[in-house]
C-alpha cells in the first residue's frame, strides 16, 4: 500500500499565487521527502525535512511536518509556469535500505 | 556532471523479446534501484542494490532481473517482457545506504519509456 498520499490530486493556479499541497503518511519515518518530476522526466529531489524538524525553507519552497498527524505539507509561493510539474512526497520504509514508499502525486499546473 | 543516465531511453518491443535497460552513475554512489511508474500509482521499487553483487526485491519484481557487477552499474533485464511491463521506468542511485527506516536523497535517471506490444 502506498505510504505517502498526496492531495490534492491536481492543482491549478495562477502565476503568483501560493501553491499548497499535502502529503499523508502511515507509519513511523526518520525523515520525508519531497521530489518534482517535469512531464515524463526524471524525479528531482526538492527538499528532505528529518522527524524532529517542524519546519524547513529553501527557496520558495516551505515544507512543514507533523508527525503526530502523521502528515507533510509543500507550500511553494510566489509560483511561476515554470514550477508546472508533479510533486510527490516520499517516505521511508522500514526494512528496506533506502526504500521511498511514494505516493501518487499532485500534479500543479501554473497558468501564466 | 553528475549524474544518472538511462539506455535506451524509449523502447517498442514485442512479447517475449528480452531486453536490456542501462543504468550508470558517475556518483561513486553504494546504493542503486529500479523502480516502474505507472499512472495513479505513483513509483513502486521493482529491485535495489546495496553494492556490489549485493542485490534485493523491492514491491514488485516479478517479470524482472538485476545485477551488480560494478559499482556503477545497474541494468535491468526484461527476460520475457509481457505487455503489463509497459511502463515508465527509473533507476536512482544514493550515496548511502541509509539505515532501516532511514532514506537518503536519492538521484534519478531520465527515465525509459517502454512499450511492450
Known amino acids: 500500500s502506498q505510504q505517502g498520499e498526496e492531495d ?7 502565476e503568483g499565487e501560493n501553491a499548497t499541497m499535502n502529503c499523508s503518511y502511515k507509519t513511523s519515518i526518520n525523515n520525508l521527502q519531497w521530489y518534482r518530476q517535469n512531464s515524463g522526466r526524471g524525479l528531482v529531489h526538492l527538499i528532505l525535512i528529518r522527524s524532529n524538524e ?6 520558495r519552497l516551505r515544507v512543514t511536518l507533523d508527525t503526530s498527524k502523521k502528515s507533510s505539507s509543500l507550500l511553494i509561493t510566489a509560483s511561476r509556469a515554470a514550477d508546472t510539474a508533479s510533486y510527490f512526497c516520499a517516505t521511508g520504509a522500514s526494512g528496506g535500505y533506502n526504500k521511498l514508499i511514494f505516493g501518487a502525486g499532485t500534479r500543479l499546473a501554473v497558468h501564466p | 556532471e553528475a549524474q544518472v543516465t538511462q539506455n535506451p531511453r524509449y523502447l517498442i518491443t514485442v512479447t517475449g523479446k528480452k531486453l536490456t535497460v542501462t543504468c550508470s552513475q558517475n556518483m561513486n554512489h553504494e546504493y542503486m534501484s529500479w523502480y516502474r511508474q505507472d499512472p495513479g500509482l505513483g513509483l513502486r521499487q521493482i529491485y535495489y542494490s546495496m553494492n556490489v553483487e549485493v542485490t534485493d526485491k523491492g514491491d514488485v519484481p516479478e517479470g524482472y532481473k538485476v545485477s551488480r557487477k560494478e559499482k556503477r552499474n545497474f541494468p535491468l533485464i526484461l527476460e520475457s517482457p509481457s505487455p503489463n511491463q509497459t511502463s515508465l521506468y527509473f533507476c536512482a542511485s544514493s550515496l548511502s545506504l541509509g539505515l532501516a527506516g532511514s532514506t537518503d536523497t536519492q538521484y534519478f535517471g531520465p527515465g525509459t519509456r517502454l512499450t511492450v506490444l
Not at chain 1, 8 to 14: G, K, M, T
Not at chain 1, 54 to 59: A, T
Open chain 1, 8 to 14: 490534492p490530486q491536481a492543482l491549478s493556479i495562477q
Open chain 1, 54 to 59: 517542524r519546519e524547513k525553507h529553501s527557496g
